[in-house]
């Protein structure tokens, strides 16, 4: 069983910036990708940075390309998501997921993800 947690979500003005933080444990089946996904009241989730599992292949939706970097440190088994220059429309919940994607899987898209944490909130205001 594996646990997913994230941390380190809170308010922020626009134009500022915020670290999330995601750790997985128990036993996982193998190496996993992990992504970030966001979802704001009325919208579907959405893949927010992804990573395969050795950090070759990173995604990013175009709506934070350029604002966001996601880490892994596989050491730890921790994924993070650097979020700099936040406007409004980055208000929402945040949730880390990990799972073995098949060939064929896009790092953005959460239906592959085994999984998920209870999500972390982000609030942005103008």
């Excluded at 239906?111 to 609030?123: A, E, S």
Aim: with cysteine; hydrophobic share 30%; glycine share 14%.
């Amino acid at each position: 069983q594996v646990h997913v947690a994230e941390s380190g979500g809170g308010s922020v003005q626009a134009g500022g910036s915020l670290k999330l933080s995601c750790e997985a444990s128990g036993t996982t089946p193998g190496p996993y990708c992990a992504g970030w996904f966001r979802q704001a009241p009325g919208k579907e989730r959405e893949g927010v940075a992804a990573t395969s599992v050795d950090g070759s292949n990173i995604a990013y939706a175009d709506s934070v390309r350029g604002r966001f970097t996601i880490a892994r440190n596989s050491a730890s088994n921790t994924v993070y998501l650097e979020m700099n220059r936040l406007n409004t429309e980055d208000t929402g919940t945040y949730y880390c997921a990990t799972g073995q994607l098949g060939f064929g899987s896009r790092l953005l898209d959460p239906r592959p993800y085994d999984y998920w944490g209870r999500g972390t909130q982000v609030t942005v205001s103008s």
